[in-house]
């Protein structure tokens, strides 16, 4: 059985800040815990704008407390977040996240993290090297 807190998480190596500011995620379930998937509580900041391609990864994300939006840049659709919203990028989608007030995320994706990820320019995470093989 794997147990672990929020409190503790964020005060080890396993809470990542972005670089740009943007957000910071404590990764409480890695790959290295083979359970197939990896879970998330993020912070996404007020006041910003993250661009987001998961092009390697499939994500579910619900909103546990405040408010922003999602917009899909294939199509320019924007969707409103609040506490209890659940979306789901189930066609890798590339979009923009909002935050307008601090936002507190549940994430899971699969594959799993490794757990130092952080977007790249085109707001991808790498592929772990060892999922493909």
Known sequence: MI???LAECENSERKVVSETGTWDSVR???KDDKMGFSFHITT???GTQTHIHYRNHLESVFCISGEGEIETLADGK???IAPGTLYVLDQH???LLRGF???KMACVFNPPLSG???HDEHGVYPLDAEAVA
Do not use: F, G, K, Q
């Open 3 to 5: 147990v672990r807190t």
């Open 116 to 118: 130092r990820e952080v």
């Open 44 to 46: 996404i900041y007020a």
């Open 101 to 103: 007030s601090e936002m």
């Open 28 to 30: 409480m379930l890695l």
């Open 93 to 95: 989608d590339e979009h």
């Open 78 to 80: 924007v969707y409103p």
